[in-house]
């Protein structure tokens, strides 16, 4: 049975072995901060206390492991140049995976980075992969749950403001 | 005399229908208890033949044996699906309530770095109801922050769970029930996971080797699942998945394809780094 997760217009219908979170980080009222939706997914086991680019997570992918991080960004980046690209950037090509496009560099792991815009909302792909060597394998994989993501343009995009931790 | 009799007599049967009450009274208690899943402490006698050691009581018929992965949220209100089937690892759900005093203990254990007594194999979920039946703000004050705590009162149904404290072990690579029970004491919970992982990797060692009869001259029934909890037994791997995992514990110690340390009598050649990248993408 298929899991569908779905929180903040964003949603996912998790593939078999999956598993994903939806949050929004409890902002730092001291500091004023603002806090946007982020969807992880990973084909093994999603740390409990994990930074945003799946630092908790990404050191235990293994070979065969893949990380998929969707990151919004405020709506006003939608118009930078950064963002200028119009649609998702799925499916990936193994030719996409760099080790040195990695948050953090780990030994055998690679990354790609891509910025976009769709459905009105600034966001950001990220997806390691724990093996460039299986950088192929690892993308039809990481495309498997990349097809199922769904992002709304009806949820309004309201930045979280606030204290705590999420 | 008469009326002191007869008073008595009165007062007697007057405390016999009061026992009588008393006793129903009591035996809808036993009954309502039951339902619940009281009396789950006794453990029984002796393993089943199946290679699955009964936790604190018996397991699930065959029917309850697909484990359901988890949907549901967190206490701080993020949507999250937990993989416990079709995963390398197994899983111990830990059904718990925020509100029952017999859960207090086994929060606390958690807090205290529980997760650990179960090895580098098994996981531990801990799960509660659902937003509807319990407070995400009282679960988030008493859930420890490193342990996966997902809310779902689906989960409860899925796995049949009148209530907390109730604990279900899910064997990941077969996606099935492997065990399930509950005891007073965290300590209690861990001893008889790990007696239900001797007894699997028992069931699993007879499956290896040749026909085993018991005392009574019948062979032992091999039909129990494949457990990978905390003493994951590498003699369930093939030859494929024991050829990834050695490759996986020796990258783990920084030794990859082609390093010079597999070769001893070879003279070193050239960047390990460039040699790897070839190889895997040989593969």
């Known amino acids: 049975m298929t899991a569908t997760v779905a929180a903040f217009g964003l949603s996912v219908e998790v593939p078999a072995g999956w598993e994903a979170e939806i949050y929004r980080r409890e902002p730092d009222a001291v500091r004023g901060e603002v806090t946007m939706p982020i969807l992880h997914a990973a084909n093994v086991p999603l740390a409990r206390n994990r930074g945003d680019y799946g630092g908790g997570t990404v050191e235990t992918l293994g070979q065969r492991g893949v990380f998929v991080a969707l990151l919004e960004h405020d709506v006003e980046a939608a118009h930078t140049a950064l963002f200028s690209e119009r649609r998702v950037p799925w499916p990936l090509s193994g030719g996409e995976f760099r080790p040195n496009a990695l948050q953090r560099n780990l030994p055998g792991q690679a990354g790609c980075q891509s910025f976009f815009v769709t459905a009105k909302r600034a966001l950001c792909l990220y997806v390691v992969i724990g093996s460039f060597g299986l950088r192929h394998v690892l993308a039809s994989e990481a495309n498997r749950l990349l097809s199922a993501v769904r992002v709304s343009a009806t949820f309004p995009v309201a930045p979280r403001r606030g204290g705590g931790s999420r | ?283």
């Open chain 2, 1 to 283: 005399m008469l009326a002191l009799v007869v008073v008595e007599t009165v007062v007697v049967a007057l405390l016999a229908v009061l026992v009588v009450g008393l006793l129903r009274s009591h035996g809808e208690v036993l009954r309502r208890l039951h339902e619940l899943g009281a009396g789950v402490y006794e453990p029984t006698s002796a393993p089943d033949r199946g290679g699955r050691a009964p936790t604190g009581r018996r397991l699930r018929a065959a029917t309850r044996a697909v484990a359901n992965d988890l949907n549901g949220v967190s206490p701080t209100g993020s949507a999250v699906a937990v993989a416990v089937s079709g995963v390398r690892h197994s899983t111990l759900l830990a059904f718990l309530s925020s509100g029952c005093s017999s859960c207090a203990g086994f929060w606390e254990a958690f807090a205290n770095g529980g997760a650990r007594d179960l090895g580098p194999h098994t996981r531990l979920v801990a799960v509660t109801r659902g937003p509807e039946a319990e407070s995400p703000s009282a679960v988030a004050s008493i859930a420890p922050g490193d342990v996966v705590t997902v809310m779902s009162t689906e989960a409860f149904r899925d796995y049949g769970v009148p209530g907390g404290p109730h604990f279900v072990l899910v064997d990941g690579p077969s996606g099935t029930v492997a065990g399930e029970g509950s005891a007073p004491l965290w300590e209690e919970v861990v001893a008889l996971l790990q007696r239900a992982v001797a007894d699997a990797s028992f069931a699993a060692d007879d499956v290896a080797g040749a026909d085993v009869a018991d005392a009574d001259g019948h062979t032992t029934d091999r039909a129990g699942p494949r457990h990978g909890g905390a003493g994951h037994d590498r003699a369930h791997l093939n030859g494929a998945e024991r050829a990834t995992r050695a490759d996986a514990d020796l990258a783990a110690a920084g030794i990859y394809p082609g390093d010079p340390s597999l070769y001893p009598g070879r003279p070193q050649q050239g960047a390990v780094t460039g040699e790897r990248d070839g190889m895997d993408e040989a593969r």
